[in-house]
Nanobody, 125 residues
Framework: QVQLVESGGTLVQAGDSLRLSCAAS????????MGWFRQAPGKEREFVSG????????RYADSVKGRFTISRDNARNTVFLEMNSLKPEDTAVYYC??????????????????WGQGTQVTVSS
């Protein structure tokens, strides 16, 4: 069993930067593909970014490419999402997710086995 706890969400202004963290408990964190998803009110949960178990491979949604950076520290069982040039349309609850098969970076939510409770990011214009 893996528990994921996100932190770092807050209210910021357009153009600001923010870093989200996701702390994982449980064994074998370094074997998991990790992902970030987000869900805005009235919208479906969408893929934001993912990172392979080694950290060498990453994947981004087109809407955040060039602005967001995902990274992980396997020694600290933590994955990060650095968000720059934030826009009001980035406002959402951000969720951390883990895929314990660890083979490829999935973009669909059902491909992930464990989820955090989410952290709210609000970007004002």
């Amino acid at each position: 069993q893996v528990q994921l706890v996100e932190s770092g969400g807050t209210l910021v202004q357009a153009g600001d930067s923010l870093r989200l963290s996701c702390a994982a408990s449980g064994r074998s964190f370094s074997n998991y593909v990790m992902g970030w998803f987000r869900q805005a009110p009235g919208k479906e949960r969408e893929f934001v970014s993912g990172i392979s178990w080694s950290g060498y491979s990453t994947r981004y949604a087109d809407s955040v490419k060039g602005r967001f950076t995902i990274s992980r520290d396997n020694a600290r069982n933590t994955v990060f999402l650095e968000m720059n040039s934030l826009k009001p349309e980035d406002t959402a609850v951000y969720y951390c997710a883990a895929d314990d098969r660890g083979q490829q970076i999935g973009v669909r939510a059902p491909m992930y086995d464990y989820w955090g409770q989410g952290t709210q990011v609000t970007v004002s214009s």
